[in-house]
């Protein structure tokens, strides 16, 4: 069974400070990542994907993925409130048009 | 613009009754995709297709049926066969596996009474 981990939360960083959010996957083959944000009620919403080792930066968010270790992360610098929400990991395993995402992990930023 | 509409966004149904929720995409995409959320839960497949005509089962497929007549279309009904029908459903789109990134609809919140 392929598998993506991530810790469900909730991680609460103060505002202004960097969140680390962490995802582990099992097939080595995987070759495409992505982060998605996710509001309470609200459909998933694509931030950051990813395809090679190293680090990736888009404005705040960056992306950093490691195929040797199968992790991958998300680092937002400058939290800010609206950055609360559901972050969920997905990746396309080797050999396959389906995502295997991740349960999910809770981000609260405190004012 | 560009994107992914999904109908209803809220219904309810009482037990017995099959329903249909509706998904359509303007992206060109070939891909497309169903999931089921429930709180607190990740996201389950339920039915995709990679191409006009074709598609297969998910990891959750009991009790769902689809269709894709049209590259732009791909509807799923939830017949009177699942269970536990109460959830959030959302359909996806994606170019496939030239970036593989998958896009959403805003969802269908099916209640069951």
């Known amino acids: 069974q392929k598998e993506v981990e991530q810790n469900s939360g909730p991680l609460s960083v103060p505002e202004g400070a960097i969140a680390s959010l962490n995802c582990t996957y099992s097939?080595?083959?995987?070759?495409?990542f992505f982060w998605y944000r996710q509001y309470s009620g609200k459909s998933p919403e694509l931030i950051m994907s990813?395809?090679?080792?190293g680090d990736k930066e888009d404005g705040r968010f960056t992306a950093q993925l490691n195929k040797a270790s199968q992790y991958v992360s998300l680092l937002i610098r400058d939290s800010q409130p609206s950055d609360s929400a559901t972050y969920l990991c997905?990746?396309?395993?080797?050999?396959?048009?389906?995502?295997?995402f991740g349960t999910g992990t809770r981000l609260k930023v405190l004012a | 613009d560009g994107g992914i509409t999904q109908s209803p966004k809220y219904l309810f149904r009482k037990e017995g009754q099959n329903v249909t929720l509706s998904c359509e995409q303007n992206l060109n995409h070939d891909a497309m995709y169903w999931y089921r959320q429930d709180p607190g839960q990740g996201l389950r497949l339920i039915y995709y297709s990679q191409i006009v005509n074709d598609f297969q089962k998910g990891d959750i497929a009991e009790g769902y049926s689809v269709s894709r007549e049209k590259k732009e279309s791909f509807p799923l009904t939830v017949t009177s066969a699942q269970k536990n029908p109460t959830a959030f459903y959302l359909c996806?789109?994606?170019?496939?596996?030239?970036?593989?990134?998958?896009?959403f609809g805003e969802g269908s919140r099916l209640t069951v009474l």
């Open positions: 097939d080595r083959g995987s070759q495409s």
């Open positions: 996806a789109s994606s170019d496939g596996l030239l970036t593989g990134e998958l896009f």
């Open positions: 990813i395809y090679s080792n």
């Open positions: 997905a990746v396309i395993p080797s050999g396959t048009y389906k995502y295997i």
